[in-house]
């Protein structure tokens, strides 16, 4: 059974850090890209990036690049995401998807629950 768990999430200052994390299993990660995603409150939901597997990049949205690192161990069958320099507007709800295949852009497939991320200013 595909299961992936987020966890790292919480209350933190504008300019703080956090790492949240997706611990996957079911599945062999090492075969499959993994996409970070945040939705607002009344906001659609939004790719904000994604880990391949296919040749290791990593692509970020314009929002948080420079801000924001995706990385994985798929020894331990989980991919992160740092978060520094947080803002007030990167208050959201994190979910981790599998991408349909190796390669980011192919589409989310299985989703985790998701994990709270409120920055206060």
């Known amino acids: 059974q595909v299961q992936l768990v987020e966890s790292g999430g919480g209350l933190v200052q504008s300019g703080g850090s956090l790492r949240l994390s997706c611990a996957t299993s079911?599945?062999?990660?090492?075969?499959?890209?993994i996409g970070w995603f945040r939705q607002a409150p009344g906001k659609e939901r939004e790719g904000i990036s994604c880990?391949?597997?296919?040749?290791?990049?990593?692509h970020y949205a314009d929002s948080v690049k420079g801000r924001f690192t995706i990385y994985r161990d798929n020894a331990k069958s989980t991919v992160y995401l740092q978060m520094n320099h947080l803002k007030p507007e990167d208050t959201a709800l994190y979910y981790c998807?599998?991408?349909?295949?190796?390669?980011?852009?192919?589409?989310?497939?299985?989703w985790g629950q998701g994990t709270q991320v409120t920055v206060s200013s």
């Open positions: 079911g599945f062999p990660l090492q075969y499959y890209a």
């Open positions: 880990s391949s597997a296919s040749d290791g990049s990593t």
């Open positions: 998807a599998t991408e349909r295949g190796d390669d980011c852009g192919a589409g989310p497939g299985y």
